[in-house]
């Protein structure tokens, strides 16, 4: 197909995106200007994302940002081909926003407009970074979502694996609430367990050896909890040792269900030559889980692909660039009735 940009829009969480992203005639992605406004301090005092405050905050800074990111491309939006905006899952007051901004800009420009899952963008993302071919595999890790995929094509997935209760961003950051540490708690536990042992804590490592490829957090959340009653006073090693236990368990817990993910593929994918497992989400930004990724990896025959940290947390860029290959899959545009959906699986 054609060269061809795209604008993208992302507003389904607490980050406003907007991003141009090329796609050449040979199917390669560029990303030509690429904004992304966090509201992380927006929400800091509240220890978690409030969504009428980010809902908001959309409203504020999207026509801003969609403007910036236009101008970084060198471009107007008489040379974008197509309009891609986030149309769910997510917080619905954001989705609202993104997509009925997506559908103003098509409308009045008469250009298509493609409505984007969300998880989708995450899946394709490879492919841009990548050049990635079908079929992989990909671990998502975000403050919402714990699944492992196996995305098949465009618009073709299944899935394998998902948490049975908290996302596992989640339970980093319930951990890192109830040990008195800041939000967001992911950087914050990795932080505290560099001066940890890992050994002290022998926490439960839940659906450990069990055939489905499930993942289930809730309960490491509550041994946590449980070792930091015992302890009280707890001190700041104590609480280094409980982040570096908390994260051994993690640690342990991936291995098993991603490794049985691996021979899996390998199993049902024998003709794929170079197997591959793709890693997204905020919680990708983890060196532990990083290191025990490609460790696993590396002992399957698989390789590890991480995009750079920007595009593994919400950005824009994965969206415009989930339209630009429906488009080049010849899959229809939405019309402008589309309606966003704050649960789409
Ligand atoms: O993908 P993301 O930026 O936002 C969504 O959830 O959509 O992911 C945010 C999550 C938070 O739960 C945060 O605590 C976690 O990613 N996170 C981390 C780290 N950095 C961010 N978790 C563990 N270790 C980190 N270094
Ligand atoms: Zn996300």
Known sequence: SPPMRILGIETSCDETAASV?????????????????????????????????????HVEALDTLIEEALLR???????????????GPGLIGGLIVGLMTGKAIARATGKPLYAV?????????????????????????????????LVKGVGDYERW????????????????????LPYPGGPAVERAALNGNAERFNFPRPLVGDARLDFSFSGLKTAVRQAAQSLEPVTDQDIADICA???????????????????RFKTDHASVEKPALVVAGGVAANQVLRATLQDLCNKNGFD?????????????AMIAWAGAERFAAGLPADGLDVAPRSRWP
């Open 73 to 87: 491309a060198g471009v107007t939006l008489d040379d974008i081909d197509a309009i891609a905006a986030t149309s």
């Open 21 to 57: 992203v090329l796609r050449d005639e040979n199917g390669r992605g560029s990303i030509l200007g690429d904004v992304v406004l966090s509201q992380l301090e927006e929400h800091s005092a509240y220890g978690g994302v409030v969504p009428e405050i980010a809902a908001r905050a």
């Open 245 to 263: 236990s908390f994260q051994r368990a993690i640690s342990r817990t991936l291995k098993d269900r991603i490794g049985r993910g691996l021979k």
């Open 304 to 316: 590890f692909i991480a995009p750079p940290l920007q595009l593994c947390t919400d950005n824009a």
């Open 161 to 180: 694996g998902t948490t049975i209760d908290d996302a596992l961003g989640e339970a980093f950051d319930k951990t890192a609430k109830l040990l008195g």
């Open 117 to 149: 899952n969300h998880l989708e963008g995450h899946a394709l993302t490879a492919r841009l970074t990548d050049g990635l071919s079908f079929p992989y595999l990909m671990l998502l890790v975000s403050g919402g979502h714990t699944q492992l995929i």
